[in-house]
Structures are given as C-alpha cells and as structure tokens.
C-alpha cells in the first residue's frame, strides 16, 4: 500500500485486519532494531514469521492472522523478503505500507517483481468527501452526470464542492471538518500536515544542496500553478535555474506521493507515452486544500460568491480536476500543448483506442478556443469540457460539471 503521509494507509490497514480477520499483527518497522536485526538475519520466512509474534504478542495463524508491516522502506529488506514469504509460506497474509516507499524502491531495494500486489492510497476524492460529510445520496448520483439530480440539486453540489476546494481530502482534516465545522481549524491541521512533510525532507534527504532544491521546488508549486501556462518554470524557483538541477528534488517529492508530474505531447498519437516531451510538463499537488493552505487563501474568499472560480487563474480547479482523474479513473493524464505554446489543452486522456481533450473551465462560460482548435486540427471522436455549467453534449464537446469528473470512469467502463 503505498501513497503519501496522512492519507490514512494506517488506519485502513487496521481496519480491514479488524473486519476481515480474527487477529491482526502490527508492527511499525520505524526506529525498531528488533525487526532491523529480524530481516537482517536471512530469509527464513518461518523465523521471521516467529520474531513477528513476539514482537507483537499475537499468535499468527495461516489465514486467520493479517500480518501489518507499516513504513516497510526504514526496513530494505524486508521489502525483498516479501518474494520469500510469497513463494515459501503463500498460507500467510501479509499487507505493507510506506508513506516513503516510492523513495525507497528508487534507491536501488530489490523489489519483488511479480509477488506483490500494489495498491495506491489518495486522499479522498470528491465522492468520497460527500460520503464523510452525510451526503450519500449525491455521492450515489455523482458518478452520472447526465442524471436530473444534477439540475435540481445543483446548489448543494456547488456548494459542497467550493468546501471540498477549501477542506480537501486528507482523512484527518475532513474528521475534523465532520466534527467541528471550524474552518479555522480545518486550516491549522493542514498547516500541521505541511510541516510534517516538511521535517520529512531534513529527515531522509541527507545532501544538503538537495535538501535547498527539494524545498525551494516545493515552495515554488503555488506560483507554478497560479501561471497562465501552467507549464513548470524553472526561473519560477530560483533566477537562472537550470532544469537538470532539480530533477533529482522533484522526483524525490513525486516518489513520496506529494507530487504528480504530468507530461506535455505534442501530438495526440496513439500511445500517448510515445509523444511526451521530458523537458515539458506540469506539477500538481497530491490535494487541492493543501494548496489552498500553501497559498494562504482565507476562507472567506472561498465559501463566498464564485470568487474561487474566477480568482487564481482556475489552480484550484485545474489541480482538483487532475486529482480526482487520478484518485477516481484508470486514466494517465497528460497534456498538449502546440509548438507556440499560444494552444493548450489541460489534460489528455487515452480511452480505449482513442485520444480525448479534457478542458476544465473554472467558470460557467463555455468558451473554449483552445478545444475548438484542436478538434478542428485533429479531428477527435469526443472532447470533453468540465466546468461550472450542467451536463451538456454540444455536437462532439461533452460537458461534464466540476463536481462530477468521477463520472469520467462511465467513459473507461464504455
């Protein structure tokens, strides 16, 4: 199980341990010499299996104990040793998780290819935000955008969404929204969250000059997506910065689970892999109230009026939009951009054996030059348009409103 920190791999993987097993082994492998000495010693599944029990005073039985290693990437090896509990004790269940596992795994770790099975975890999505907050029967709805419960309760959608921009998805920051209903201190938790990441690069990276990048990259992502173009710039960071200097800092913080690259193609072929440009690409956040909270924008400015859809240049809903593809869809987004840089499209998708344009509009106005020219250039079997406005199908455009993108998963079951 892998994703960033506080989106709530603990909490669920003991929670399935207590409804889907009759005894549950945890074991938190960070600063536990115990477990470091354990799978040091060889691979003797059997021993480990045995070690395990101690540590956590629970008798392990096949199929009926769950074994927890939680932030397994403090342990290299017993990540490698995962191949050995697969083939030699197949009769035990094993779940891991790592809010650093993708750092890890970059760092040389023998990963066993083929004998595991890799889940992500995201903060939740919009769906999953309405289901937290007591709105089961819009959460059921949202996922059809063409159903009249769009139309008729579209102020309680609107409004839920513009506290989604402002709460986000991190699990412990919607319990505190579900509790309380203090935005103040909605606020403070993910102020909170920040500065746990934070203390996480001066705790695992141990170069300094790379420790600066990482944190300079990170500080840069609000004004990166504030742009017009969205494009990342690297003169945004620092004056005269180079690209290849900050590679290594930006893959650490997409190794974490803290950031999402996104590629530009200049052409949208079939793979889409086969068009992405290395040197150009967009950089979103893992949760959209975390950026709300990085770029210090008060409540007020987001709960009242449509001043959050028509301020900050749509970041907000550019950056909501790729997480709810991401979190809610099988989809790799990417993006197209013309060699003029004057004919961007958000995001691409690949569904099934065709290209499809996704413009989001932070707005009602459905006014999209850029996706008109590029139909008109390529000539697509569908483009979409996400934006403030009701479900719509204009000719090729379908228009899909914000607070449904989790209905872009009708088109991957189509």
């Known amino acids: 199980l892998q994703g960033a920190r506080q989106t709530g791999k603990t909490w669920i993987m003991k929670e399935f341990g207590r409804k889907c097993f009759e005894h549950t082994a945890y074991v938190n492998m960070d600063h536990n010499e115990r477990m470091k000495l354990s799978f040091g010693q060889d691979f003797d599944v059997t021993r480990i299996i045995e070690d395990i ?3 956590t005073g629970v008798k392990i039985v096949p199929g009926k104990t769950l074994i927890i290693l939680d932030e397994i990437q403090e342990v290299p090896l017993a990540i490698s040793s995962l191949k050995y509990f697969c083939e030699n004790a197949p009769e035990y269940y094993v779940i891991v998780a790592g809010s650093l596992l993708g750092v890890a795994l970059h760092a040389g770790i023998s990963y066993p290819v083929g004998k595991v099975n890799l889940l992500n975890m995201y903060p939740m999505s919009f769906k999953e935000f309405l289901m937290a907050v007591g709105e089961q029967a819009l959460a059921d709805a949202v996922d059809d955008p063409a159903l009249p419960v769009h139309t008729t309760f579209r102020d309680k959608y609107v409004t839920w969404l513009k506290k989604y921009y402002y709460i986000g998805g991190m699990p412990e920051v919607v ?3 579900v509790q309380e209903k203090d935005y103040k201190e909605v606020r403070q938790i993910q102020k909170e969250i920040l500065k746990v990441y934070e203390q996480d690069f001066g705790k695992h990276i141990e170069n300094k000059t790379e420790l600066e990048r990482t944190r300079m ?3 840069s992502i609000p004004v990166q997506l504030s742009k017009e173009n969205k494009k990342f710039f690297f003169g945004k960071i620092k004056k005269g910065a180079r690209s290849a200097d900050f590679e290594v800092a930006i893959q650490w913080l997409i190794d974490c689970g803290l950031l999402y690259k996104v590629y530009c193609v200049n052409k949208p072929g079939m793979p889409l892999r086969a068009y992405q440009e290395f040197t150009s690409y967009k950089l979103f956040l893992a949760d959209v109230g975390l950026l709300g909270a990085m770029s210090s924008l008060d409540a007020k400015s987001i709960l009242e009026g449509n001043r959050i859809f028509t301020e900050f240049k749509g970041a907000l809903s550019e950056q909501y939009v790729h997480q709810q593809i ?3 869809t099988s989809f790799e987004p990417f ?12 995001f691409l998708l690949q569904i099934g054996s065709g290209i499809v344009p996704v413009e989001v509009k932070a707005e009602e106005n459905l006014n999209a030059k850029s996706l008109k020219a590029f139909i008109d250039k390529y000539d697509p079997e569908r483009a979409i348009r996400i934006s403030m406005k009701n479900y719509i199908v204009q000719e090729k455009i379908v228009n899909i409103p914000l607070w449904a993108v989790s209905g872009l998963g009708i088109l991957d079951a189509e």
């Open 53 to 55: 029990g101690i540590e």
């Open 175 to 177: 319990s505190s929204y």
């Open 217 to 219: 990259v990170w500080n």
């Open 326 to 328: 991401v979190s809610c």
């Open 335 to 346: 993006y197209y951009s013309n060699e003029q840089s004057n004919n961007e499209i958000d």
